[in-house]
């Protein structure tokens, strides 16, 4: 039977690889560092992609005891970027080339029993590297590091050595399996519910590599209704098991069609963000819990049914999650626009295979890219990387991420970057007008991103545009029957090379920072679900945040039925979703009349008096009093003859009710109401007080099999617990107890937000988190920290 070892503690590093590392004595001198590891602890941002480019070393001691000397042992690293040579007692072991996969070294034949062995790895960070992404630009810090867990398996030589579930929404099963030294044994395969009952069961000769057999009465994997099983393989000697692995799986059919995508059957649009593995200071190395968050947000913040894992296969608990809370994930093999030489394009080649087999018993996994992303036509390159995806995965589809039109579709399923969208023009473009085959499924792999880069400290008109793009994307690709459904770009703003970004090595692509605290684009993603009220308003309403005073378009996006507004506590109107947006499932509530009936009840307007003094006010709201268009000069002209309305009483109306210009700051109360009910209700008024606020994904931390990590937002809010996008103190960060700080102890306030990370330190016991600014109360977090 197997026994698996974390190997995440008693490393030692150096960010100068040398071959002393082949001997103890090179033991001498290391840093001594836990996986998850990053050779770079970064600044958030300033700084150069040379920092983390470096040859590495990493060496511990693994000692084998006498009783595993004829047994299969292996190391898995999980993820190794990007070229890891791994040697035992100084001999080379493995070579492994990019990043983004697992790699499985045999130490079986070389271990020396009852005795200390050298583990060393020489980590080769660098973008010179002949492997993808590499060889050109590349939109995205690619960083270093052993930065996933490793592995020990120590399992009999008569081993199960993979196992593939392939299970259809109908309850087919089959389990193709290989096996080592396992001649004259029986494979046993056993369907598990959640709760361990059998379901079905069934055995075959070692030999054959396959097991068919049908589960009755399964419940279907679907994105509202994740149902999980397990397959419980068994390898047997006279019915006694030698070797034991459980596979988790689910059962689901998916499959693209001409007219989009289908998930047992049911056509489902996918709505999606496109995720980067990044995270602040630690690149890539983050452990399960952070990667887990990022999948929970997405779902449950950002009501998304998928994701897109740009541009590599991402952490096998980013995945987990996403199979247990049903999110679809369209998962693509490394690169970025460019291909490179013979050598290259077999390490690509290479690299599908790995994807696939590694990640196929994965149900939240729909779709296969294959092509590198956004790169030029290859067909024979392309016909090897569809060919081996599809030798080893007959269930799923293949696509590839492409920036060109027409161009020669070997896969499945055309997947396009749509930039088409300025601002004012379509969202999308009709599928006809891009893929080169219509009777295959077509969808947007992504939109908006490098178009409109977005700050959370930029100004208010700014934020709305970013998320109207992105409400117009969605509402075109809805609108069209025939396209499967987008991933925006994308889910969080990420570290660059200097070849893109702001010049401060961050793209600002993300509908969130990168702590994941929410922009406003956000809220157009998690207005489309209704798993939870949303009212998020894109205004503070303090009119020195416009020009001319006049607060001007206001977008509420909510999944309600309605926007009730309210002025110094008195009826503005009850608003609609916005007929602009009719194919989005919540559109905007586009809020252009914040006087309503006021006038009426206080200037004693009858309704058509008061409609056309609003059309002026709008107007002079818009152009400025002076640059009226001749229209509203007209209608301006009409009020003073017919009404006697002067322009200076015109000029009052507006400084009381649309600009409040010399008069009290307003008050403003926003209801969303569904079914009659007010679901969810916020107040704009100009804060006097500053708050801090922070949300911790998880007070109670657990050290082992790694290192353990909580991700915290903080914000700056006022009175009413609105965001103070403009409130820029300087945040104190003071870790107590059984914890860690990951990155500086002052960290600024950017858009009101900012965040940080603490880790465990190996000990269990309580820590806190102080969190301090200037004049605001300091919020202390608890935490716990137990060893597993
Ligand atoms: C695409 C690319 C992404 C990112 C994005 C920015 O061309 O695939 O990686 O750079 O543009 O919008």
Same mark, same amino acid.
């Given at each position: 039977m197997?026994t698996?070892?974390?190997?995440?503690?008693?490393?030692?590093?150096?960010?100068?690889?040398?071959?002393a590392l082949l001997?103890?004595?090179?033991?001498e001198?290391?840093?001594?560092?836990?996986?998850p590891?990053?050779?770079?602890?970064?600044?958030y941002?300033?700084?150069?992609?040379?920092?983390?480019?470096?040859?590495?070393?990493?060496a511990?001691?693994?000692?084998?005891?006498?009783?595993w000397?004829?047994?299969?042992?292996a190391?898995?690293?999980?993820?190794? @970027?990007h070229r890891?040579?791994?040697?035992?007692n100084g001999q080379?072991?493995?070579?492994?080339? &990019?990043? +983004?996969?697992?790699?499985?070294?045999d130490?079986?034949?070389?271990?020396?029993?009852?005795?200390d062995?050298l583990?060393?790895?020489?980590?080769?960070?660098?973008?010179?590297?002949?492997t993808?992404?590499?060889?050109?630009v590349?939109?995205?810090?690619?960083?270093?590091?052993?930065?996933?867990?490793v592995?020990?398996?120590?399992?009999?030589?008569?081993?199960?050595?993979?196992?593939?579930?392939?299970?259809? /929404?109908?309850?087919a099963?089959?389990?193709?399996?290989?096996?080592?030294?396992?001649?004259?044994?029986?494979?046993e395969?056993?369907?598990?519910?959640e709760?361990?009952?059998v379901?079905?069961?069934?055995?075959?000769?070692?030999?054959?590599?396959?097991i068919?057999?049908?589960?009755?009465?399964?419940?279907?994997?679907r994105?509202d209704?994740?149902?999980l099983?397990?397959?419980?393989?068994?390898?047997?000697?006279?019915g006694?098991?030698?070797?034991e692995?459980?596979?988790?799986f689910?059962?689901?059919?998916?499959?693209?069609?001409?007219?989009?995508? +289908?998930?047992?059957?049911?056509?489902?649009?996918?709505?999606g963000?496109?995720?980067?593995?990044?995270?602040?200071?630690?690149?890539?190395?983050?452990?399960?819990?952070? $990667?887990?968050?990022?999948?929970?947000i997405?779902k449950?913040?950002?009501?998304?049914?998928?994701?897109?894992?740009?541009?590599y296969?991402?952490?096998?608990?980013?995945?987990?999650?996403?199979?247990?809370?049903?999110?679809?994930?369209?998962?693509?093999?490394?690169?970025?626009? =460019?291909?490179g030489g013979?050598?290259?394009?077999?390490?690509?080649?290479e690299n599908?295979?790995?994807?696939?087999?590694?990640?196929?018993?994965?149900?939240?996994?729909?779709?296969?890219g294959?092509?590198?992303?956004?790169?030029?036509?290859?067909?024979?390159?392309?016909? @090897?990387?569809?060919?081996?995806a =599809?030798?080893?995965?007959?269930t799923r589809?293949?696509?590839?991420?492409?920036?060109?039109?027409?161009?020669?579709?070997?896969?499945?399923?055309?997947?396009?970057?749509?930039?088409?969208?300025?601002?004012?023009? $379509?969202?999308?473009e009709?599928?006809?007008?891009?893929?080169?085959?219509?009777?295959?499924?077509?969808f947007?792999?992504?939109?908006?991103?490098?178009?409109?880069?977005?700050?959370?400290?930029?100004?208010?008109?700014h934020?709305?545009?970013?998320?109207?793009?992105?409400?117009?994307?969605?509402n075109?690709?809805m609108?069209?029957?025939?396209?499967?459904?987008?991933?925006?770009?994308?889910?969080?703003?990420?570290?660059?090379?200097?070849?893109?970004?702001?010049?401060?090595?961050?793209?600002?692509?993300?509908?969130?920072?990168?702590?994941?605290?929410?922009?406003?684009?956000?809220?157009?993603?998690?207005?489309?679900?209704?798993?939870?009220?949303?009212?998020?308003v894109?205004?503070?309403?303090?009119i020195?945040e416009?020009?001319?005073?006049?607060?001007?378009e206001?977008?509420?996006?909510?999944?309600?039925? @309605?926007?009730?507004l309210?002025?110094?506590d008195?009826l503005?109107?009850?608003?609609?979703?916005? @007929?602009?947006?009719?194919?989005?499932?919540?559109?905007?509530v586009l809020?252009?009349?914040t006087?309503?009936?006021?006038?009426?009840?206080?200037?004693?307007?009858?309704?058509e008096?008061?409609?056309?003094?609003?059309?002026?006010?709008?107007?002079?709201?818009?152009?400025g009093?002076w640059?009226?268009?001749?229209?509203?000069?007209?209608?301006?002209?009409?009020?003073?003859?017919?009404?006697?309305i002067?322009?200076?009483?015109i000029?009052?109306?507006?400084?009381? +009710?649309?600009a409040?210009?010399?008069?009290?700051?307003?008050?403003?109360?926003?209801?969303?109401?569904r079914?009659?009910?007010?679901?969810?209700?916020?107040?704009?008024?100009?804060?006097?007080?500053?708050?801090l606020?922070?949300?911790c994904d998880?007070?109670?931390?657990?050290?082992?099999?790694?290192?353990? /990590?909580a991700?915290?937002?903080?914000?700056a809010?006022?009175?009413?617990?609105?965001?103070?996008?403009?409130?820029?103190?300087?945040v104190c960060?003071?870790?107590?107890?059984?914890?860690?700080?990951?990155?500086?102890?002052?960290?600024?306030?950017c858009?009101?937000?900012?965040?940080?990370?603490?880790?465990? &330190?190996?000990?269990?016991?309580?820590?806190?988190?102080i969190?301090?600014?200037?004049?605001?109360?300091?919020?202390?977090?608890?935490?716990?920290?137990?060893?597993?």
């Open positions: 197997r698996i070892y974390p190997l995440n503690d008693g490393w030692g590093f150096t960010e100068q690889y040398s071959p001997t103890t004595a090179g033991l001198g290391l840093t001594p560092v836990r996986l590891h990053t050779v770079k602890i970064l600044p941002n300033h700084f150069s992609q040379m920092d983390y480019q470096m040859l590495s070393g990493y511990r001691v693994l000692h084998a005891p006498e009783d000397q004829g047994k299969y042992v190391l898995t690293f999980f993820g190794a @970027a890891a040579t791994v040697y035992l080379q072991m493995a070579d492994h080339n &990019t990043g +983004y996969t697992a790699f499985t070294v130490l079986s034949d070389k271990l020396r029993w009852g005795q062995n583990l060393t790895v020489a980590l080769d960070s660098r973008d010179s590297l002949d993808p992404p590499f060889g050109k590349v939109d995205y810090m690619t960083f270093g590091g052993i930065y996933r867990e592995e020990l398996e120590v399992a009999d030589q008569r081993r199960i050595a993979d196992v593939f579930v392939q299970a259809d /929404m109908d309850g099963l089959t389990c193709e399996f290989s096996v080592q030294h396992a001649g004259g044994l029986t494979l395969a056993a369907v598990l519910d709760d361990g009952t379901l079905a069961q069934a055995a075959a000769p070692a030999q054959t590599g396959t068919s057999m049908q589960v009755p009465h399964v419940r279907p994997w994105v209704d994740p149902a099983y397990r397959l419980r393989v068994r390898l047997l000697e006279r006694a098991a030698v070797d692995t459980l596979v988790r689910g059962f689901r059919r998916v499959e693209f069609r001409a007219d989009g995508f +289908y998930l047992n059957g049911e056509k489902i649009k996918l709505r963000l496109d995720r980067h593995q990044s995270y602040p200071y630690l690149g890539y190395a983050a452990p399960a819990r952070a $990667q887990k968050r990022d999948a929970d997405l449950y913040e950002l009501g998304c049914n998928a994701v897109r894992t740009s541009h296969p991402q952490s096998h608990h980013f995945i987990d999650r996403c199979d247990e809370i049903g999110l679809l994930v369209f998962t693509e093999f490394p690169g970025w626009q =460019h291909i013979a050598a290259w394009k077999r390490q690509a080649v599908v295979r790995e994807m696939v087999l590694q990640y196929r018993n994965h149900p939240s996994i729909f779709l296969w294959v092509r590198i992303n956004e790169s030029p036509d290859d067909d024979a390159f392309y016909a @090897a990387t569809n060919q081996a =599809h030798a080893l995965d007959p589809p293949t696509s590839g991420v492409r920036c060109i039109k027409y161009s020669h579709l070997l896969e499945d399923v055309y997947a396009y970057n749509e930039f088409i969208h300025t601002g004012d023009n $379509q969202g999308c009709p599928k006809r007008a891009v893929t080169s085959d219509m009777s295959k499924g077509y947007i792999s992504e939109h908006n991103g490098h178009m409109y880069p977005t700050k959370p400290f930029d100004d208010e008109p934020r709305l545009s970013q998320a109207l793009r992105h409400a117009r994307v969605l075109d690709m609108a069209q029957e025939d396209i499967g459904g987008s991933f925006g770009w994308c889910m969080f703003d990420y570290n660059t090379t200097r070849d893109f970004g702001s010049g401060d090595r961050i793209c600002y692509h993300g509908v969130m920072d990168m702590f994941r605290n929410p922009k406003l684009a956000a809220a157009v993603y998690a207005s489309q679900s209704d798993s939870r009220p949303v009212l998020t894109s205004s503070t309403m303090d020195g416009h020009p001319g005073g006049a607060v001007g206001i977008a509420v996006f909510t999944n309600a039925d @309605a926007v009730r309210y002025r110094n008195e503005v109107g009850t608003f609609p979703p916005s @007929a602009q947006y009719p194919a989005m499932l919540h559109p905007p809020l252009e009349d006087v309503g009936q006021l006038m009426e009840r206080h200037e004693g307007f009858s309704r008096v008061s409609e056309s003094v609003k059309t002026v006010l709008r107007g002079i709201s818009k152009h009093q640059g009226l268009p001749q229209e509203i000069l007209d209608q301006e002209a009409r009020l003073q003859r017919e009404q006697g002067s322009h200076d009483e000029i009052r109306l507006y400084n009381t +009710y649309m409040s210009w010399g008069g009290h700051s307003v008050s403003w109360r926003f209801e969303a109401v079914d009659g009910a007010v679901v969810r209700a916020c107040t704009l008024a100009p804060a006097e007080t500053v708050h606020e922070a949300d998880s007070l109670a931390l657990t050290d082992g099999p790694t290192w353990d /990590m991700s915290i937002r903080i914000r809010v006022g009175e009413q617990g609105n965001v103070l996008p403009y409130c820029t103190r300087a960060l003071e870790v107590q107890g059984a914890i860690e700080l990951i990155g500086p102890k002052a960290v600024p306030l858009g009101g937000m900012t965040g940080c990370y603490v880790r465990t &330190t190996g000990q269990s016991g309580d820590g806190a988190l969190i301090s600014a200037d004049g605001a109360e300091p919020l202390t977090l608890c935490f716990s920290v137990t060893k597993a």
